[in-house]
């Protein structure tokens, strides 16, 4: 038995996404068969629809999910038919990582994630006969339906717009979570944070949470400035073509206790370290290119006793992440629904080009 849903598909690597009729399998023993309403687009859905990281095509992309549970394999019992759910990353829930609370660092988390398959190879969608990539993520959320494996959900409430909060899963979650999990910002310090997109903006309103002191965010966008200082940061600086150092100086800052890279802009790490405090820290949260080394001058990191800090999905356990970062949404302490602007499913194309320009910071396809 499989099921007709409509999916946006992407044929091939830089190639237009293209919204047409797939067949998708019933869940397996451990999955769960969803309609998907809303999915937020992230930054990694744009990169690998150019060919980073080789996924294969025909692919269905999209791993902001968020939708209700049609049916279940026989062995889920953590959510029911009728249950909103957020979908998040894959992680495979045996390893040492994901056994200790470390589920982003999970030994499986590339192929999981990024091979576009379930781990034996198989594939839940299909056209005509001719099999079409999932499990991006898990997910492959640019579908009316998918199956993603139970491990992938969690339970959203009823009260909130599926379309507001299906963007926690990924970029929302790694902002917030590489400030509060991962670099555990402390009250009365100095935050740096590279980039004010959906991540950055994310990691402003969590460091004004763990009540920093000084909040810099650094951007090319006035008009993404201008929201990250809304949200909460206490100094905004453009992007000019100064250095990192320059840049604070500009602004009375001798330096910071914890900077986060969400640009993925080598350049601008490397320049952006020798602006660590004492005891200082530089998280890196974005997409590296493998070729590009990082520059550091190996006396000030040891002497000061400065740390760099890889930081995958925001260090974040989505079950226990996503429910917490609700609750600082409900008590008007995470406005992460300011970043968003809504798009139908079949515009994914203008939404995918907003998201590209900049213009918007973070779309939302709502699925009909
Ligand atoms: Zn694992
Ligand atoms: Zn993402």
């Known amino acids: 038995m499989s099921l007709s849903a409509n999916a946006a598909v992407l044929n091939e690597i830089s190639g237009k996404f293209t919204i047409q009729p797939i067949e998708v399998e019933e869940p397996r ?68 990582a994901c056994t200790s609370h470390q589920d982003p660092y999970c030994n499986e988390f590339m192929p999981r994630n990024f091979s576009a398959a379930r781990t034996d190879g ?26 993603a494996p139970a491990r992938n959900v969690v339970k959203a409430p009823t009260d909130i717009d599926l379309d507001i909060l299906a963007p ?21 310090s100095v935050v740096l944070i590279l980039g004010a997109g959906a991540v950055g903006i994310s990691a402003v309103m969590a460091a004004r949470i763990a009540g920093a002191r000084s909040i810099i965010a650094i951007d ?62 530089i998280g890196l949260s974005a997409a590296y290119p493998h070729e590009q080394m990082m520059e550091v001058d190996f006396a000030s990191m040891m002497i000061g006793g400065r740390r760099v800090q890889g930081i995958v999905e925001g260090s974040a356990v989505p079950q226990d992440f996503i429910p ?30 907003a998201c590209e320009s900049g213009r918007v910071i973070k779309p939302v396809l709502r699925m009909r």
């Open 324 to 353: 917490k970062l609700i609750s600082y949404y409900r008590q008007g302490l995470f406005p992460f629904d300011r970043l968003i602007e809504h798009f139908s499913f079949s515009d994914i194309n203008e939404a995918v080009e």
């Open 29 to 96: 023993v451990d999955e769960v068969l969803i309609e998907i309403a809303a999915c937020g687009i992230c930054h990694t859905d744009l990169v690998v629809s150019k060919g980073a990281l080789s996924v294969p095509t025909p692919v269905v992309l999209g791993h902001e999910g968020a939708g209700k549970i049609v049916s279940v394999g026989s062995a889920v019992t953590s959510v029911a038919v009728g249950d909103p759910v957020i979908l998040s990353y894959s992680s495979c829930g045996n390893c040492g």
């Open 122 to 147: 198989s594939t839940a969608f299909s056209s005509k006969g001719e099999k079409i990539h999932s499990h991006f993520f898990g997910q492959s959320a640019f579908s009316t339906h998918i199956v």
């Open 220 to 281: 090319l966008s006035e008009a993404r400035l201008a929201l990250a200082q809304e949200l909460g940061a206490t100094h905004t600086v453009r992007s000019d073509g100064r250095s990192v150092s320059e840049l604070l100086a500009s602004i009375n800052i001798n330096g910071a206790d914890y900077i986060l890279d969400t640009t993925g802009v080598p350049a601008l790490v490397n320049d952006a370290v020798s602006s660590l405090n004492i005891r200082g820290v």
């Open 168 to 188: 926690l899963g990924c970029g929302i979650q790694t902002g917030a979570g590489s400030i509060l999990n991962e670099l555990k910002v402390q009250a009365d």
